[in-house]
């Protein structure tokens, strides 16, 4: 008797559960600030951007949710003063929390958010750098060597934002490649698999608008 009062406990709260859950729609649009790629000299972050549809699936009673975007972003980075971009198609996956807060719930809504993001690279991957040798001194010579994009790579995002009026929602996120992004090295060299691997992290900005 226990297991079926078990049993039927479970499938209730399974029916019930996507009953009270509230889906949402939207369009975000933001800003990507790279930062200077690791191990890597004379590199700069520069501004990208990024635009794509987003959808959420929320539990209002627990504050549970969880976030889905599909994004095509560009983010570019200035090596040895060439400006290398990189166009992407990113996959963010969220879990948020939503904070429920008395009197101003109507019309603030902050929550947490976090989880991993796959990415796939649909632009060029590979640059010809020209670095300065003896920091272009007189007799110098210079080195021509490459800039690989990795073809997809693994991030993992942590942001914090709000929802204001139930329909503009505006996020902050930091995210952190969870492996290599690009190789820097000559190709001409026997010891390639040994050119240097940096990973770049991102600061990001959006808005977006909830239907």
């Known amino acids: 008797m226990k297991k079926f009062f078990g049993i039927l406990l479970a499938l209730t ?33 520069k501004t990208g951007w990024f635009v794509g549809p987003m959808a959420k699936v929320t539990i209002p009673v627990v504050g549970l949710g969880v976030e889905a975007n ?65 920091n272009g001194a007189v007799g110098g010579t210079n080195s021509l060597k490459e800039y690989t994009l990795r073809s997809s790579n693994l991030s993992l995002n942590l942001g914090l934002g709000a929802v204001l009026l139930d329909h503009v929602q505006v996020h902050a996120n930091y995210n952190i490649a969870l492996g290599s992004t690009s190789d820097y090295g000559d190709p001409m060299n026997a010891a390639w698999n040994l050119a240097t691997k940096s990973k770049t992290n991102t600061w990001q900005i959006s808005v977006a608008y909830i239907f």
């Open 13 to 45: 709260l399974f029916t019930a559960i996507p009953a009270a859950a509230q889906f949402n729609w939207g369009i975000k649009a933001g800003v990507n600030l790279a930062q200077k790629p690791s191990d890597i000299d004379d590199v700069k972050g």
């Open 70 to 134: 599909l994004l095509y972003s560009q983010t570019s980075t200035e090596v040895q003063g060439e400006t290398i971009k990189r166009q992407t198609i990113d996959l963010p996956v969220y879990l948020r929390y939503e904070f429920s807060l008395p009197v101003v719930n109507k019309f603030l809504e902050p929550f947490l958010a976090v989880g991993p993001q796959w990415s796939w690279n649909i632009g060029d991957k590979r640059f010809s750098v020209t670095e300065a040798l003896m």
